[in-house]
């Protein structure tokens, strides 16, 4: 359906256009979709950042997510621990392992400087495609928590119910194909190149140049 996370992009930015000019801030979930991020905020004039959330594994199928942590800690669930059949010991443990994840990535990707501050501005939230939309949702409520004007996810592909779940979280949703079945959120790219924290670094670096 698309020929790679920079086509993608390119039609993600051009529904966006709207906000061209009002210098939205524009976070990427790491690491494939920082560099769709980067390409909308360069084509809208806007800011980058990066969203950083981690969900959380079921046990003994990591892959399988029961949930999601952001980066302050906070832990959002799929339902309740009963209903999922876990136990709090088990969550606790899976929070603090994503969470130093997380730490470590922010003191990698940011290390001179704080996450940029949402309060007030347009903020879009991008990722290149949502299984279940549970890391994004966590996403989203983090950045709501900080007080944004306008809260928008973007992304290529999702399934309509994860889509609209995501609705119930932002002012507005672009989300260029929802297709019925969904498979994996790489079955819809030719390209699906797994992206380096390095060149995830190097493109926040050009930004925050780009700021001074």
């Known amino acids: 359906m698309f020929r790679d996370r920079e086509e993608a992009a390119r039609l993600l930015a051009a529904k966006l256009s709207k906000y061209r000019g009002s210098r939205p801030l524009v976070l990427g979930s790491p690491r494939g979709a920082v560099v769709m991020a980067a390409i909308i905020a360069d ?32 832990v959002t669930l799929d339902g309740t621990p009963d209903e999922l059949g876990l136990d709090a010991a088990y969550v606790e443990r899976e929070r603090e392992r994503q969470a130093a994840v997380l730490r470590s990535r922010r003191a990698r990707y940011t290390p001179a400087r704080a996450p940029v501050d949402p309060s007030g501005r347009t903020v879009i939230v991008v990722d290149d495609g949502i299984a279940t939309g549970a890391t994004l949702a966590a996403a989203l409520r983090l950045v709501r928590s900080r007080g944004p004007a306008r809260l928008v996810a973007a992304a290529a592909v999702a399934p309509p119910p994860a889509a609209a779940r995501l609705a119930r979280e932002a002012d507005e949703v672009v989300v260029l194909a929802t297709p019925e079945p969904f498979v994996a959120v790489g079955a819809f790219f030719d390209d ?16 925050g140049s780009d700021e001074g």
Do not use: C, I, N, Y
């Open 43 to 74: 084509r809208l004039g806007g800011d980058l950042d990066v969203a950083l959330v981690r969900k959380l594994g079921a046990p003994g199928q990591p892959e399988l997510a029961v949930g999601a942590v952001d980066e302050t800690g906070r």
């Open 192 to 207: 699906f190149r797994q992206v380096s924290d390095d060149e995830v670094v190097e493109l926040l670096e050009r930004f």
